[in-house]
């Protein structure tokens, strides 16, 4: 058997879409967007999720008509070439590569934080790299089975908290006073990493066993998350008052406090448990289908490209991927690697992953209707790149020299073959 078995269906791969798109954001930005802007904090999130609709309709019209294990990096070499596509797969693999440690280590500072035991802020991030990986050498459908589970534990847990906060303390209604242009746009950008997580589900699109309900999945997880984060966000205008120094540090805990008394700390520390478990399960699957994908079309070492009979599975990939990250994140854990660089710099990569997504749209889909998706996409990734300033800007500047350099050594002639001795000599 050659290639990935097309195992997913459509109720597990949108499970497998909430998991990798809800992770550590929905742990902290809540809670600072709340601080920062009181009960005016909804205005900064429903820009972001209106806005993102156009670049989630590129994802999704690619990946129902390209549906690759190499996800942006394919469409990018079918847009533009082969030195295009190099650089979106180096890049998507940089970001994957510095976001999913520093999700893991975020639920290490959450379990220290609440059970007490400083060692678990190393040694939770750790552990869940170390499962995740074990789960993605079982295959697809096992861990497509996990991202069940843990997903609906995780909305099970919020819902919880949010209905009983509101039952308890009453509605309160969000704020339509207009904050400072400057204050609103910083939140703002922040808020966007919230939704982001789109086109790191595309590396798994090639197992889908209908790639046509690809477009489907993505609309079905788009309403749940912003359905999860407006019911956090009432839960917080409800029981938590805006000045609460806990909000940039624990908001989910300091809700569940207001909301459930003494069952707080056990339930937030259940709660992080599930969120960050089932997005780094589902980001290592993805982050090994890429690098499989990057490697069976050359981009990569072979060797990385090799899949187990039995199952279609790429192990060898999934080893890799689960190595260089569980080492990346013993370095975030312990102060050894910048912690916030790995967020800055996944965070921003993400955006110029949708900018290429958007663009690659562009080009494939022709002229008419397609046109207009294109330019909102673009008004969306110029103006995150402005708000968000010199670390976005850097990360489109990596973009540019990534690709300058392939399309150099792209040009470059191979070496030519030293002439073979005639036997005339």
């Given at each position: 058997?050659?290639?990935?078995?097309?195992?997913?269906?459509?109720?597990?791969?949108?499970f497998?879409a909430?998991?990798?798109?809800?992770?550590?954001?929905?742990?902290?930005?809540?809670?600072?967007?709340?601080q920062?802007?009181?009960?005016?904090?909804?205005?900064?999130?429903?820009?972001?999720?209106?806005?993102?609709?156009?670049?989630?309709?590129?994802?999704?019209?690619?990946?129902?008509?390209?549906?690759?294990a190499?996800?942006?990096?394919?469409?990018?070499?079918?847009?533009?070439?082969r030195?295009?596509?190099?650089?979106?797969?180096?890049?998507?693999?940089?970001?994957?590569?510095?976001?999913?440690?520093?999700?893991a280590?975020?639920?290490?500072?959450?379990?220290?934080?609440?059970?007490?035991?400083p060692?678990?802020?190393?040694?939770?991030?750790?552990?869940?790299?170390?499962?995740?990986?074990?789960?993605?050498?079982?295959?697809t459908?096992?861990?497509?089975?996990?991202?069940?589970?843990?997903?609906?534990?995780?909305?099970?847990?919020?819902?919880?908290?949010?209905?009983?906060?509101?039952?308890?303390?009453?509605?309160?209604?969000?704020?339509?006073?207009?904050?400072?242009?400057?204050k609103?746009?910083?939140?703002?950008?922040?808020?966007y990493?919230?939704?982001?997580?789109?086109?790191?589900?595309?590396?798994?699109?090639?197992?889908?066993?209908?790639?046509d309900?690809?477009?489907?999945?993505?609309?079905?997880?788009?309403?749940?998350?912003?359905?999860?984060?407006?019911?956090?966000?009432?839960?917080?205008?409800?029981?938590?008052?805006?000045?609460?120094?806990?909000?940039?540090?624990?908001?989910?805990?300091?809700?569940?406090?207001?909301?459930?008394?003494?069952?707080?700390?056990?339930?937030?520390?259940?709660?992080?448990?599930?969120?960050?478990?089932?997005?780094?399960?589902?980001?290592?699957?993805?982050?090994?289908?890429?690098?499989?994908?990057m490697?069976?079309?050359g981009?990569?070492?072979?060797?990385?490209?090799?899949?187990?009979?039995?199952?279609?599975?790429?192990?060898?990939?999934?080893?890799?991927?689960?190595?260089?990250?569980?080492?990346?994140?013993?370095?975030?854990?312990?102060?050894?690697?910048?912690?916030?660089?790995?967020?800055?710099?996944?965070?921003?990569?993400?955006?110029?992953?949708?900018?290429?997504?958007?663009?690659?749209?562009?080009?494939?889909a022709?002229?008419g209707?397609?046109?207009?998706?294109?330019?909102?996409?673009?008004?969306?990734?110029?103006?995150?790149?402005?708000?968000?300033?010199p670390?976005?800007?850097?990360?489109?500047a990596?973009?540019?020299?990534?690709?300058?350099?392939?399309?150099?050594?792209?040009?470059?002639?191979a070496?030519?073959?030293?002439?073979?001795?005639?036997?005339?000599?």
């Amino acid at each position: 058997m050659s290639g990935l078995r097309k195992s997913l269906g459509g109720a597990v791969g949108t499970f497998l879409a909430l998991s990798t798109i809800l992770g550590s954001g929905m742990m902290i930005l809540p809670g600072t967007s709340y601080q920062e802007l009181g009960r005016s904090a909804w205005l900064p999130w429903a820009v972001a999720a209106v806005s993102v609709v156009p670049l989630l309709y590129c994802y999704a019209w690619l990946g129902r008509r390209h549906p690759s294990a190499a996800g942006v990096a394919h469409y990018s070499e079918v847009a533009f070439g082969r030195s295009a596509g190099r650089s979106a797969g180096l890049l998507a693999v940089l970001a994957l590569v510095a976001g999913i440690p520093a999700t893991a280590v975020t639920g290490g500072r959450y379990a220290a934080r609440f059970s007490g035991l400083p060692s678990l802020t190393w040694l939770f991030p750790v552990a869940v790299l170390v499962v995740a990986t074990v789960i993605g050498c079982l295959g697809t459908s096992v861990s497509g089975k996990v991202q069940v589970g843990l997903v609906l534990g995780l909305f099970a847990l919020v819902t919880c908290i949010a209905l009983v906060a509101l039952g308890a303390h009453g509605v309160r209604a969000p704020s339509t006073a207009l904050p400072p242009a400057g204050k609103l746009g910083g939140v703002l950008t922040a808020v966007y990493v919230a939704f982001t997580g789109w086109e790191t589900v595309a590396f798994t699109f090639e197992e889908h066993k209908r790639p046509d309900a690809i477009p489907r999945i993505f609309a079905a997880s788009y309403v749940i998350v912003v359905a999860l984060y407006g019911l956090v966000l009432l839960g917080l205008f409800s029981a938590v008052d805006p000045g609460d120094k806990a909000l940039g540090e624990a908001p989910l805990l300091r809700l569940a406090e207001r909301s459930l008394g003494d069952l707080g700390r056990p339930v937030t520390l259940a709660l992080v448990v599930a969120a960050i478990a089932a997005n780094v399960c589902a980001s290592v699957l993805a982050l090994s289908r890429l690098v499989y994908g990057m490697a069976r079309d050359g981009y990569l070492p072979g060797p990385l490209a090799r899949i187990r009979d039995r199952d279609g599975n790429p192990v060898t990939s999934v080893l890799a991927a689960g190595a260089v990250l569980t080492l990346i994140a013993l370095l975030g854990s312990t102060g050894v690697m910048s912690f916030r660089l790995l967020f800055v710099l996944s965070g921003g990569i993400y955006f110029v992953l949708y900018g290429l997504g958007a663009a690659s749209y562009a080009k494939l889909a022709g002229p008419g209707a397609p046109v207009a998706v294109a330019v909102l996409c673009a008004a969306t990734v110029i103006a995150v790149t402005v708000l968000a300033g010199p670390s976005m800007w850097a990360c489109w500047a990596l973009l540019a020299a990534v690709w300058a350099v392939t399309a150099v050594l792209a040009r470059r002639p191979a070496p030519a073959e030293p002439e073979r001795e005639t036997a005339d000599r």
